[in-house]
DNA sequence: CCTGGAAACGTAACCGATAACGATTGCAGT
DNA sequence: ACTGCAATCGTTATCGGTTACGTTTCCAGG
């Protein structure tokens, strides 16, 4: 067993061999130009050392390094969901992957976060970026595939198709009986907070209720963030009947709230969410929510990424994915409700 | 707005601030030594043009990169957990974080991995390592911390206590009134396939019921890898009434092939898993399983490596955490049970 | 024996950033 | 006015690997 403490570089596989380093690159890369005995002498000298390229020595150097990234602001189970699609699409691609994530900004945005993470990455260590809801638009001298992109964006991107998705979920609320729906909205920015919304209000107005803007608390999508906009909502004198939250997330923290306030769910309170993030099965009660498929978003832009990167590029820019309600036990007819 | 395609460099910087990289590299680290005007002047430059500084260059210049990373063999649901407690720990500390992830060993074990990705990233880019289900014992320049370690390794490791977990899990079908129960094993080479193990024949032991090998399949804790042996325990003249997995993925597995050959979980067969990822919470029905935190695994291995990295090491070398049994809807006493 | 040309290999210039070193200047103390 | 120290800033070697280019080696053909 040989035990190596100290990095092994090039050129002490190159002083092993009795070659110059130039010659070591080639064969490790492959290049044509070398001796048949030369190459089997640099390659025992690789094994007997142990040496392994540096993917920071190579990357600095080479244009194409195989390895592409991924940007988020930080890892909830949404992150996690998109995570394991895009290692499917990669699988025995020959890319391998670096996800970045910086701590400073856990649990909260700051403003041009995945720019800067970007820029860090695709000087030279990716050939391409996925980036996990970005906060605007993105440059980089390397493609960048968005997963739920800004709103207006025309850069290449996967979304959920969000406005349908809100949209049945307030018609299942209203075809409960409900008429005082609240909404919990996500980060401005984002096409998929304003879909959502749109999905909202076009529900309501499509069952001839009025939009009353009091009912809408101005979320982020951080799940903190609707903490106090709940008990706004369910603490004053007529509180809705249903909450409809832009994400999971937010939704689980208005079934938190309701118990704080003690308000039954499903019987005092029906709430809905988005996403169906694992959590919403385990939940008492189980969440209603809509799925959209967070897996198939990763695996989706994953493949058009590599497409991009390889340049064999084919494919519509901005791919929208269906979306379907998953009915658990957080929805129920109100008190109130005038059977249909 | 300004548009840069190009990427800027410290050059760029240096000649729009007209000073030399030397003055702007010191700017940029908050060195001391540079005049208030300068440090205007340079900070003007960098803010106009846009500049980040190459992850990749500083790293294989500094020995410090305040870049922690993170290996694992691939992303299932019990990475993703581990990734979350990791991060929470991780959250404004200074250190970001590099996970990577090789997509040509997904879904399958092939010896070393960890090593490959370790030496690629050590030699500059982190300043230490977490391993997830490591293969061996490692080597590194830097230090590294094991979730879930080899057997018999005495390197910085945090690992649930999985004999205790075991031999509950194991207690809890005994009292149910099962004897003939089956396990399918982990990876041989983890500390944890061998304690879940060693928790199975206490358990049997200790209730007296003698431990039968040929009730006993041995996985890798792929959750592939337990269909047939699953298949093979269930299709034999006397299947054993309950089976022990050392995994939820290879438990559902498990679950999946009872289903196909026609037997009721938990009437014709009680099953029980070990990690308690979210799945379990939301399959039909429930799975019964050993809960180990693995959110509380990663926090440990991040903070253990951060005092690794900062030289403040004052803690235990090997942390265990306790395990609970979660009692789902996936057993029952068997038919044939002699009630107690 | 000489020449031409291809194959094989080494040299050195990069890539972007850092730090040791040397040189210059400013300022307080005497 | 002089000394000494600290602040200030440019130059350059260096990290590990890649590659353009130049040099050497070798062999076939004349």
Redo the contacts between chains.
Sequence with gaps: MI??????TMSDVARAAGVSTATVSRVVNGHYGVSARTVAQVRSAIEQL?Y??????T??RRSRTNVLGLVAH????YT??V??GV??A???????????????L??SYSEGWE??HL???????TDGCIVVTPWGDI?S?TPVVAIDPVRGSTAPSVMADNLAGATTAVEHLVDLGHRRIGFIAGRDSLASAWSREEGYRAALTNAGIPVDPTLIGRGDFNPESATPLARDLLRRPEPPSAIFAASDGMALKVLEVARELGLSVPGDLSVVGFDNI??T??TQPGLTTVDQSMYQLGYEAARMLKSLVTGEWDEPSQIVLPTSLVVRDSTAPPRSAARP
């Design positions: 035990e190596v403490n100290a990095p092994v142990g392994e390229s540096s993917l920071v020595a990357s600095l930080s890892f909830q189970s996690a969901e995570l394991k290692m499917k990669l699988s025995r691609s020959g890319f391998d992957l670096i996800i970045y994530a910086n701590s400073d856990y649990g720019q800067r820029t860090r990455l695709s000087g030279t260590l440059r001298r694992p959590e099965a385990s």
